[in-house]
């Protein structure tokens, strides 16, 4: 069984924590073998994203250290992982950090990513209208569109539908979403509604930070619909 | 337009007036979504990243070749008898186009639209020297008459709907009252026709610059710069340095996806090329600088010169979306506008422009210049000192991020502190700036750790 070193964002931890479990279940289905090591704390996403790059610095020289090789490394959120592997030269890491991450850069990936790469295929069954948002970073950084992929082609049952007109940012943006806190809602109240007026059963949502807004979008407008990252969904497709 | 302030230093302010306004969010969303729609029709008709590689090489070509473009352009024109003039930054255009205007006793102008014209203020520069100025695309028109700047690079009012513009127009200028779109742009143009007869100066902008020809390239939907161009005697070209291009042939690739870029048009309408003054006219060129040489030359920011101001990154910012561009504050809007205002130092305040983007990236797709708008956004953001709030509550949240005991112990007060007192949590993230109409984020009961533990003594 080989082994992957699971990488649990922040806002996974504390806040869904039911996602990472998901993630955590999928790779064991899969036959891969988990780690989880506690001392992990964030890839520092938060801290680029805010321009400060110092503090983002100190970030990533931890968790380049939590996760040296050679094992995969594999976490659920397109947004951080892309981070890493693209912002990190912006951090002006010395030599030997330089190495460390040129080396993580290749062996970590977001899940559905991972998925992708390794051919893994969920058979199972799921009866239910999926609306799907693609979340910017796994899409346009890491280069993965959920809708696209062939991630839903073994789900018998599943359908799937997306706002076809373009895939528009949820208003989440990390520290933009406290920043700039009214327009982050007036973004999402327009994006959720598209979501909404597709009258899904599910709302699918690949990445943490962007479930997170979505949810509370739908909280203020009183929907009660459920917010799933893709790896829940395929758990329960799987479970029949 | 009373409601937003002026300057990048009222962003905040004017961004959180607009996002209270959903009317305006939901007008705009629905005009560029028309624009995206098309453009990605259109685009299947072209080879857009070749096509997106040849203009950012042009590009880069040309505007790292300022100075001697520029030579070879004034050399050009001059031979044909146009009058060049080179204008270091806004005063200086303004004088030199007020002057042009003095000496032959103008009245009246008719303009089309600018950006530049925008940039250094030359409609306000004239009508304070006594000048009856009419723009003459609809759209700059009717944000003319509300007395307010464009909202958009091409789509000058796209911030308002149909029934506002019918209520701008007869009230302002007795024209209508019409309902519909078509009857409103039938009125206006012969309202037009005699403005257009009468002016004693025409006033247009340029496309791009052509060195090797000394010709100009115009683009428009309306015919209105054909007009502009042609008919009064006299005629200024106002323009900037970076429109240089080396070639002639550097025009094709520009017009064949700028039109497509922008509005999803396969070609625009009008395509002018002005290669020489008509007989009996005298035409003046202004080419403005404003910081752009300097500019080129930067390290980080030279490629933003690259900009042939499409607007399409503009069409995509889900920010731009949901507040339109007066609350920027500034001439240039949306993606393009936040990296421009910084690289020309357009405002004392253009950092603070870097807060209006949630790096979605989405404007990087489009860019047919192969601007990297977020990684220079993130650039303006990271540099400079941040305001002691942020500088604050990066230190406060960077000191529990600073190892996993503290992580760990920072949310468990959390959790306690949500179970004991719900609406002081809901306020807790109120005041960490988590606003406008959406619930708070609910932090879990339990960890993932928690889980992790229950899972392996489950086992
Ligand atoms: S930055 Fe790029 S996409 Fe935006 S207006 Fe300029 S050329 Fe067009």
């Known amino acids: 069984m080989e082994d992957i070193n699971l990488f649990v964002p922040c806002l996974v931890r504390q806040f869904l924590p039911e996602v990472g479990m998901a993630t955590v279940q999928l790779l064991r289905h899969f036959g891969y073998q988990v780690h989880f090591d506690p001392a992990q704390v964030c890839c520092g996403q938060v801290f680029i994203n805010w321009g400060q790059l110092k503090r983002a610095k100190k970030m990533a020289r931890a968790f380049l250290r939590t996760f040296e090789g050679p094992a995969l490394v594999v976490g659920p959120s397109g947004s951080c992982v892309a981070a890493v592997r693209e912002k990190y030269g912006l951090l002006d890491l010395e030599k030997a950090e330089f190495e460390q991450w040129q080396d993580l850069r290749h062996r970590l990936f977001d899940v559905l990513e991972f998925m992708q790469q390794k051919g893994l295929k969920v058979r199972g069954r799921l009866d239910a209208r999926v609306a799907i948002h693609r979340s910017c970073h796994l899409l346009r950084e890491i280069g993965l569109d959920v809708v696209e992929s062939d991630l839903w082609a073994g789900i018998e049952g599943i359908r799937v539908v997306y706002p076809e007109h373009m895939a528009e940012c949820c208003g989440f943006g990390g520290v933009f979403s406290v920043k700039m806190g009214e327009v982050a809602a007036g973004i999402g109240r327009r994006v959720v509604q598209r979501l909404v007026d597709l009258e899904p059963d599910v709302i699918v949502v690949p990445d943490a930070g962007c479930i997170m807004q979505v949810r509370s979008v739908l909280d203020a407008m009183h929907k009660d619909i459920r917010v799933l990252h893709p790896v829940q969904l395929m758990l329960q497709a799987i479970n029949g | ?459």
């Open chain 2, 1 to 459: 337009m009373a409601e937003f302030r002026r300057g990048a230093k009222n962003l905040r302010r004017n961004a959180k007036t607009a996002a209270r306004r959903p009317e305006l969010g939901a007008v705009i969303s629905r005009a560029t979504d028309h624009a995206i729609i098309r453009r990605r029709e259109v685009m299947q008709e072209i080879d857009f990243a070749a096509q997106r590689r040849r203009i950012q090489q042009l590009r880069q070509n040309a505007t790292q070749n300022l100075p001697g473009l520029l030579d070879r352009f004034k050399a050009r024109v001059e031979a044909k008898g146009f009058h060049f003039h080179m204008a270091v930054d806004t005063n200086a255009a303004r004088r030199i186009v007020i002057d042009v205007a003095k000496r032959h006793t103008v009245q009246t102008v008719v303009k089309s639209k600018s950006m530049l014209g925008e940039e250094v203020g030359i409609r306000e520069a004239l009508e304070q020297a006594g000048i009856q100025v009419t723009e003459t695309d609809l759209g700059e028109y009717i944000v003319q008459l509300n007395h307010e700047p464009p909202s958009h690079l091409t789509a000058p009012a796209v911030h308002l709907s149909t029934g506002e513009v019918g209520e701008i127009l007869y009230k302002q200028a007795g024209i209508g009252p019409f309902e519909k779109p078509e009857q409103m742009a039938v009125a206006v143009r012969q309202f037009m026709r005699t403005r257009f007869f009468n002016a004693d100066m025409g006033m247009a902008g340029a496309n791009a610059l052509i060195a090797e020809t000394g010709a100009m390239l115009m683009m428009s939907n309306e015919g209105n710069i054909r007009l502009v161009t042609s008919l009064p005697r006299l005629l200024v070209v106002l323009t900037s340095v970076d429109k240089l291009v080396e070639r002639m042939a550097d025009l094709a690739p520009l017009i064949r996806v700028i039109p497509k870029n922008a509005t999803g048009q396969r070609i625009t309408n009008y395509c002018t090329v002005l290669s020489a003054p008509r007989q009996g006219q005298e035409v003046h060129i202004v080419v403005v600088n404003n910081n752009r040489m300097a500019a080129a030359g930067d390290p980080v920011f030279g490629q933003a010169i690259r900009c042939v101001r499409c607007a399409a990154c503009i069409n995509v910012c889900p920010v731009f979306r949901t507040i339109g561009g007066h609350a920027y504050g500034t001439v240039y809007v949306g993606p393009m506008g936040i990296v421009l205002t910084n690289a020309l130092h357009l405002d004392p305040h253009a950092r603070m422009l870097s807060d209006a983007c949630t790096l979605c990236d989405a404007c990087a797709q489009v860019c047919p210049a192969g601007i990297d708008l977020p990684g220079l956004i993130l650039h303006i953001r990271s540099s400079g000192n941040p305001r002691l709030i942020d500088r604050f509550k990066a230190w406060v949240v960077g000191m529990t991020y600073a190892g996993a005991g503290r992580f760990k112990a920072a949310f468990w007060a959390l959790r306690l502190f949500k179970r004991l007192f719900a609406a002081g949590y809901r306020r807790l993230w109120r005041m960490l700036g988590w606003t406008g109409r959406r619930g708070v984020p609910r932090v879990a009961g339990k960890t993932f750790d928690r889980m992790w533990d229950d899972d392996a003594k489950g086992d």
